[in-house]
């Protein structure tokens, strides 16, 4: 079965911490994202990325930053936790062959407290 | 860009009724409409979709149509039951978009009561 994982399902951390959130694929997809989940607010792209190396800001890229050095691991980075950042974030990936459908993972649910 | 609009943003029915979600989108050139099922505390799930040169697709009790004159696309669940219940979101693809991104409407809380 094929997977996006996502390394932790809730996390706690503090304001100003340094925040890693990894997401790693099975499929050799070329396409991942990351997005960012709020209540009343839908899906909203944070970063995206077509290619190892590769990242695109999306919609709302402020005070994030992604790293991916190999083509099955999208990390997400809050360089310095907010509350505001407080959330659900989700990881997606895709082929560019012509499936356009995503595979989402799990979610992480993170509290900056 | 493509803007998506997804009404209703919640809508209860009764076990047995048909549900439709409805969704709009603005560029004519995309191509591409799946719709996904998010579970609480999961992941949204790929359950159908449609591409622009079909105008209807089945998969048992769900189904979508697409009407690409009016650019806008729906689902429709028919004998629902109490596990149909979760956010659905549709989304679009735009034609010339090599990343194959898409963008999503904004959500349907679907609740379905025994």
């Known amino acids: 079965d094929v997977k996006v994982t996502q390394s932790s399902r809730y996390l706690v951390k503090r304001t100003g911490e340094k925040v890693f959130l990894e997401c790693v694929q099975d499929?050799?997809?070329?396409?991942m994202f990351w997005y960012r989940q709020d209540p009343g607010l839908g899906l909203r792209l944070i970063y995206f990325?077509?290619?190892?190396?590769?990242?695109e800001k999306g919609d709302i890229p402020e005070g994030y930053s992604v790293s991916r050095e190999k083509k099955e691991r999208f990390s997400l980075i809050l360089e310095s936790a907010s509350t505001n950042q407080t959330s659900m974030y989700l990881c997606?990936?895709?082929?560019?062959?012509?499936?356009?459908?995503?595979?989402f993972g799990s979610g992480t649910r993170l509290t900056v407290v | 860009g493509e803007n998506v609009e997804q009404h209703p943003s919640t809508l209860s029915v009764q076990e047995g009724d048909s549900a439709v979600i409805k969704c709009t989108y603005s560029?004519?050139?995309?191509?591409?409409f799946p719709w996904y099922k998010q579970e609480l505390g999961k992941g949204p799930q790929l359950i159908i979709d449609?591409?622009?040169?079909?105008g209807e697709k089945k998969d048992q009790r769900i189904a979508v149509t697409l009407n690409k004159t009016a650019k806008h696309f729906s689902l429709h669940i028919t004998e629902t039951q109490p596990e149909d219940s979760a956010v659905y979101f549709c989304?679009?693809?735009?034609?010339?978009?090599?990343?194959?991104?898409?963008?999503f409407g904004g959500g349907t809380r679907l609740m379905v009561k025994p």
């Open positions: 997606a990936s895709s082929s560019q062959d012509g499936h356009y459908g995503y595979t």
């Open positions: 449609i591409r622009s040169n079909v």
């Open positions: 499929m050799d997809h070329e396409n």
């Open positions: 560029d004519s050139a995309s191509n591409y």
């Open positions: 990325s077509y290619d190892v190396k590769m990242k």
């Open positions: 989304a679009a693809m735009e034609g010339n978009n090599a990343g194959n991104m898409l963008t």
